[in-house]
């Protein structure tokens, strides 16, 4: 079991990532085969795929503060002692953990205001509260992972060992 979780942390977010990858392509192959073979669409591709990008997006936030591969720009901090370095990212952490927690409240209330209400996607006849839950969920995985990162920076910063590196979009 132990293992399982850590392949989870580890790699959740990018199998998520490759299964909704990989049903908004299959979607939109079918729907294009469809529009321009067969003169015909359907509403629920369209919708669906647009939905699931949502999601795909949100996930795709926390999948970058995981490897801390967010855009930022680090010339300075190569200039910096490493202690001072951890600081920067770890005030930076902290900053990013508040802004979640607000988003993550207010996008909970839109959800929970939805499911109130009961609000329907139009084209797709299903509650529009799901497809408001790709925000909350989201920014509950970014808050996981900026608390990850936030133990990680602390502990560095504590054994005086340099600050983790993210990944480089250009290596």
């Given at each position: 079991m132990k293992r399982l979780l850590a392949r989870i942390?580890?790699?959740?977010?990018?199998?998520?990532?490759?299964?909704?990858?990989?049903?908004?392509?299959?979607?939109?192959?079918?729907?294009?085969?469809?529009?321009?073979v067969l003169s015909y669409s359907s509403v629920w591709g369209e919708e669906t795929a647009r939905y699931i990008f949502i999601y795909l997006v949100w996930i795709g936030a926390a999948a970058a503060v995981r490897d801390r591969a967010h855009i930022r720009i680090d010339v300075l901090l190569n200039f910096l002692p490493p202690r001072v370095c951890s600081a920067i990212l770890l005030l930076g952490d902290v900053l990013m953990a508040f802004f979640a927690v607000i988003v993550f409240y207010l996008s909970m209330?839109?959800?929970?205001?939805?499911?109130?209400?009961?609000?329907?996607?139009?084209?797709?006849?299903?509650?529009?509260?799901?497809?408001?839950?790709a925000v909350p969920f989201g920014f509950a995985l970014v808050l996981l992972r900026v608390g990850q990162s936030i133990v990680h920076d602390v502990s560095d910063l504590l054994a005086g060992r340099p600050p983790r590196a993210g990944k480089r979009l250009f290596d």
């Amino acid at each position: 079991m132990k293992r399982l979780l850590a392949r989870i942390d580890a790699d959740g977010e990018r199998w998520m990532l490759l299964a909704l990858y990989i049903y908004i392509v299959a979607v939109i192959f079918v729907e294009v085969v469809r529009r321009f073979v067969l003169s015909y669409s359907s509403v629920w591709g369209e919708e669906t795929a647009r939905y699931i990008f949502i999601y795909l997006v949100w996930i795709g936030a926390a999948a970058a503060v995981r490897d801390r591969a967010h855009i930022r720009i680090d010339v300075l901090l190569n200039f910096l002692p490493p202690r001072v370095c951890s600081a920067i990212l770890l005030l930076g952490d902290v900053l990013m953990a508040f802004f979640a927690v607000i988003v993550f409240y207010l996008s909970m209330n839109a959800f929970m205001t939805s499911l109130q209400f009961g609000s329907v996607i139009e084209g797709l006849r299903i509650s529009r509260a799901w497809m408001l839950f790709a925000v909350p969920f989201g920014f509950a995985l970014v808050l996981l992972r900026v608390g990850q990162s936030i133990v990680h920076d602390v502990s560095d910063l504590l054994a005086g060992r340099p600050p983790r590196a993210g990944k480089r979009l250009f290596d």
